[in-house]
C-alpha cells in the first residue's frame, strides 16, 4: 500500500519509490506537511520534521510552518490555500484533522475533468477530513498518488455542515510548503500566435503570479508552475511542476516568505470568485497535478506527458495513431463551395491525407466573421447537398470527413441571437463588447448546455463524422450569469467552465468513435482540462516553422506530443510572412500531431511529391511521434539552432531533428549529444529523406548537401556521450544551408 498511516505519530506518508509526501497531525490538530520531495523509507517517522513544541505557539507570527491547507488570519501571512468567509464575515479558520480513508484506485471528481485509475491497483488514495467547528466547515482533501509515476494528484471537497451560509473566496487545488531555498519559477506565457514561451526567473521575496481572468485560461499563461533549483536543467536538478485540470480563471503562484521559506499554490482565480455555500451544500475545487523530480526538467515533462496521455485522455482515440489531417481553413477560409471542397479533397487524397477537415465557414450564412455562430445548419448555397454527400464523397477517396465548430458562441448577426438575445452573456443595462465581432453564450444555464446539445448532435448525426474541431474564439467579458441570483454571481465563471464541461462531457459520451481536437483561437485554451475531453489541440494558430519552435518547445513542458496538433502551411506564412522550406515546416510538424493546412490544389508537382513522402514518413513513425517519449535537446530561445528528439517506448527507434533557424559562415564543428537512447545498443543512424529521397526536394531546400548516401553505425553510448556529428570538423562546411534548414535523422537498433 503506497500510503500508510502511522497511528503512533499521526502520519501519513505517500511513497512510491519515486517520492514521498509526508503529512503529520500536528500537536494543534492541524495538519502540516513534513516532507514532500526525495522518496524516503517509510517505515521511518518523521514528526521530528514539523514543530514538536507548541508551547509557544499561541506567539507563533510568521514561523514558517508548513501547512497542507494553509488559511488566513492566524499568524501565517503568506498565501492562503483556503479562504471561507463565515456567517459573521470572519475568515479565520483553525482546520482541525478528524480522521481519514484510504482507498484503491482514485475516485472521480464529480462534473470536472481528472486523471483516472483504470484499474484500482495503478493508484491509491486518501480522503483526509478537516474540520472548522466554529464555522462549521468540512473540507475533505483527497490525494491520489500513482504507482510509478511521480505524481501526486490532489482536489479538495468543501462541505458547509454548520447552520449558516459560508462564502468561498479562496479554494486552491494544491499548495506545497517547501522550507528552504532558493528556488526559480518556470511558467509559460505569450499571446496569440506565439503561445507558452518558457519565462524562469529567481523566486524573489514576493509572489510571481501567473493567471487568467478571461474565462478561459488563455494564450497568455498555462495553467503550471515549475519551481525549480538554481541551476536544474533539463537533465538534472530537483524540481516540481504544478499543472492544473482546469479550463477557466485560475491562478499559479508562488512566494517566497520572510524566513526564506517558499509556498506555491494552484487552483481557480480567487479575484472575482466567490461560491455561496448553503447549510448542507458541498464544493469541489478541480483537479491539480504536482510532479517531482531531482532528474531535471525533462523528468519533470516525463512525468506530465506520461500522466496526461495515459490516464487524462479518455476514450477510443487515447491509443489510437491519429490521422493525417488537412485542414480547409488556410487553404481556402471562408470562400468555399461543394465543388471546390470535392477538389480540395482529391487533390487531399491524392497525398495520402488521411482526414479532410472542413474549417468555419459551413453553416448559417458565414462568409465572413461577422455572423452566422449558433446557427449550426447547413449553408445551402455553399453545400446544397448538405454535410451527408459530401462526406460520403470523402470517404469514397478513402479518407474520413471532419467538421469545425464553435459551439460556445453566437454572432449578433444570427437567428439564435434574435430568438435568444438573453442568452448572450452580459451585464443587464450595460453594452456588451464584442470581440471577433460575436458573443459568449451563458453555459451557466442548463437550458443552453441542453440547446447545443440537441443542435451539435443533429449536426453530427447528420452525415459520417469523424473528427470534430471545437473552437473558442474570444474570451469572457461583462460576466453575469443570467440565471445566478445577484449574491452567486461571484460563481458564474466557474459555473461556465462546469456548463462547458458538462456539454463536452454529453457530446464525447454520446459520439465516442469521433476524435475530438479542442481549439481557441489556436492555444487559447489548451490545457490538462480540455485535454479530459479532447486528446488533441490545436498548438497555436500560428503556422510559422520558426515560431513553432518555439511554441511547440514551450508547450511540450507540460503537453505531450500526442496532444499537439501540428501543421504544415504555405509560404510567405499566414501570420508572420516568413518564407520557410517545405521540408523545415515538416520537420517542426512532424513533432505532434500531423497535418497540412493549406489548399492542395495549388502545389507545384516538386511539392506534391515532397508531401507524399512526408506523409508516407510521418505515418510510418507514427506510433513513434504520438507515443515515444519527447527529449528537448537544443532551445530554440536565444539560439541560432533548435534540436530535439523523439524515443519509442523499447528505445529501439529515435528521430531526431535539428533546426539551422539562422545560417553562419565558416560554422564551428558540431555534435549533438543525444538522449534516451539505449547505450548497449547500435543503432543505424539515416538521414531522412536520404540524397535519393532529396532529389525531389525543391531547389531551394539545401539542406540535404551533406545528407549521408547509406547509413552509419552507431552505439548508442557514443550518441549519448559523445554526440551525432551535425558539424563534421572533417571534411569541414563548404556550402552554406541557408537559413531556416533542417535535417531528421531515424536511429533504428539492429
Ligand atoms: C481560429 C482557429 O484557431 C483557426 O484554426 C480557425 O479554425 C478559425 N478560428 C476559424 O474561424
Known amino acids: 500500500m503506497p500510503i500508510t498511516w502511522r497511528k503512533a505519530t499521526r502520519e501519513l506518508h505517500l511513497h512510491n519509490g519515486r517520492l514521498s509526501l509526508v503529512l503529520g497531525v500536528l500537536e494543534n490538530g492541524w495538519l502540516g506537511q513534513l516532507h514532500f520531495g526525495a522518496p524516503l523509507d517509510p517505515a521511518a517517522s518523521y514528526a521530528h520534521l514539523g514543530p514538536t513544541d507548541f508551547g509557544g505557539f499561541s506567539n507563533r507570527i510568521d514561523e514558517p510552518i508548513a501547512l497542507v491547507v494553509p488559511t488566513p488570519g492566524s499568524g501565517d501571512f503568506r498565501i492562503p490555500a483556503l479562504v471561507v468567509e463565515d456567517a459573521e464575515g470572519g475568515s479565520v479558520l483553525d482546520l482541525v484533522y478528524t480522521g481519514h480513508r484510504i482507498v484503491a484506485g482514485k475516485p472521480p471528481l464529480d462534473g470536472l475533468p481528472a486523471t483516472y485509475a483504470e484499474d484500482p491497483t495503478e493508484a491509491t488514495t486518501v480522503e483526509i477530513d478537516l474540520e472548522d467547528a466554529v464555522a462549521g466547515l468540512r473540507a475533505t482533501l483527497t490525494l491520489t498518488l500513482f504507482e510509478d509515476r511521480p505524481v501526486v494528484a490532489r482536489s479538495m471537497r468543501l462541505t458547509n455542515a454548520g447552520p449558516h451560509r459560508l462564502t468561498v473566496r479562496t479554494a486552491m487545488s494544491a499548495a506545497i510548503d517547501l522550507p528552504d531555498g532558493p528556488w526559480e519559477v518556470l511558467g509559460f506565457s505569450g499571446a496569440w500566435a506565439r503561445e507558452r514561451h518558457p519565462h524562469r526567473a ?248 441542453d440547446h447545443l446539445e440537441a443542435t451539435i448532435a443533429a449536426i453530427l448525426s447528420s452525415a459520417s463524422i469523424r473528427y470534430v474541431k471545437w473552437d473558442m474564439n474570444r474570451n469572457i467579458t461583462e460576466p453575469h450569469g443570467g440565471a445566478l441570483p445577484p449574491d452567486r454571481q461571484g460563481e458564474f465563471f466557474h459555473r461556465y467552465m462546469l456548463g462547458t464541461y458538462d456539454l463536452w462531457d454529453r457530446l464525447t459520451t454520446r459520439f465516442p468513435e469521433i476524435l475530438w481536437e479542442s481549439c481557441a483561437g489556436g492555444g487559447g485554451r489548451f490545457d490538462p482540462g480540455m485535454l479530459a475531453y479532447a486528446p488533441q489541440a490545436w498548438t497555436s494558430d500560428d503556422t510559422d516553422a520558426i515560431e513553432r519552435l518555439a511554441i511547440q518547445w514551450g508547450a511540450s513542458h507540460v503537453y505531450p506530443l500526442s496532444s499537439m496538433g501540428a501543421h504544415v502551411s504555405a509560404v510567405p506564412n499566414h501570420q508572420v510572412g516568413r518564407i520557410t522550406p517545405l521540408r523545415t515546416r515538416a520537420t517542426v510538424a512532424f513533432f505532434g500531431v500531423f497535418g497540412y493546412e493549406l489548399d492542395p490544389r495549388a502545389l507545384t508537382d516538386d511539392e506534391r511529391a515532397e508531401i507524399r513522402a512526408q506523409i508516407a514518413f510521418y505515418i510510418e513513425h507514427r506510433e513513434v511521434f504520438q507515443r515515444g517519449r519527447f527529449i528537448r535537446l537544443r532551445s530554440p530561445f536565444g539560439n541560432d539552432d533548435a534540436a530535439w528528439m523523439v524515443v519509442a517506448p523499447d528505445r529501439r527507434t529515435a528521430i531526431v531533428a535539428h533546426v539551422r533557424i539562422l545560417e553562419r559562415p565558416v560554422p564551428p564543428p558540431d555534435r549533438l549529444r543525444l538522449r534516451g537512447l539505449d547505450p548497449g545498443l547500435v543503432y543505424r543512424v539515416e538521414q531522412w529523406p536520404s540524397a535519393d529521397e532529396a532529389g525531389v526536394a525543391r531547389r531551394e531546400d539545401h539542406a540535404d548537401r551533406d545528407a549521408q548516401p547509406g547509413s552509419q553505425r552507431r552505439g548508442g553510448d557514443l550518441l549519448m556521450a559523445v554526440g551525432l556529428d551535425i558539424e563534421p570538423a572533417y571534411p569541414p562546411s563548404s556550402a552554406p544551408r541557408g537559413d531556416f534548414s533542417s535535417r531528421i535523422w531515424v536511429l533504428t537498433a539492429r
Request: no cysteine; hydrophobic share 40%.
Open 202 to 449: 529567481p523566486l524573489l521575496p514576493g509572489r510571481r503570479s501567473l493567471g487568467s481572468l478571461r474565462g478561459a485560461t488563455g494564450h497568455q499563461q498555462d495553467p503550471s508552475l515549475f519551481l525549480l533549483r538554481p541551476g536544474a536543467n533539463e537533465t538534472a536538478g530537483e524540481g516540481f511542476a504544478l499543472s492544473l485540470v482546469y479550463s477557466g480563471n485560475f491562478l499559479a503562484e508562488a512566494e517566497s516568505g520572510p524566513r526564506g521559506s517558499s509556498r506555491a499554490r494552484i487552483g481557480l482565480h480567487p479575484e472575482g470568485f466567490a461560491w455561496a455555500l448553503d447549510p448542507g451544500a458541498s464544493f469541489t475545487t478541480p483537479e491539480a497535478v504536482v510532479a517531482w523530480s531531482d532528474a531535471g526538467i525533462g523528468a519533470l515533462s516525463d512525468a506530465l506527458h506520461g500522466l496526461y496521455r495515459e490516464r487524462l485522455a479518455r476514450g477510443p482515440w487515447r491509443d489510437r495513431p491519429r490521422p493525417v489531417l488537412l485542414n480547409s481553413w488556410e487553404g481556402v477560409y471562408f470562400d468555399f463551395d461543394h465543388a471546390r471542397l470535392v477538389e480540395m479533397a482529391r487533390a487531399a487524397a491524392d497525398l495520402g491525407v488521411e482526414l479532410f477537415v472542413l474549417d468555419d465557414g459551413w453553416f448559417g450564412e458565414r462568409d465572413s466573421d461577422t455572423s452566422s455562430l449558433g446557427d449550426w445548419v447547413v449553408d445551402p448555397r455553399k453545400l446544397p447537398n448538405g454535410l451527408g454527400p459530401l462526406a460520403a464523397e470523402v470517404e469514397a477517396m478513402g479518407m474520413a470527413f471532419g467538421l469545425w465548430m464553435e459551439p460556445e458562441m453566437v454572432s449578433p448577426r444570427s437567428r439564435l441571437f434574435t430568438e435568444h438575445p438573453d442568452w448572450a452573456i452580459g451585464l443587464p443595462g450595460r453594452p456588451r463588447t464584442e470581440g471577433r465581432q460575436q458573443l459568449v453564450l451563458d453555459l451557466s444555464r442548463p437550458e443552453v448546455v
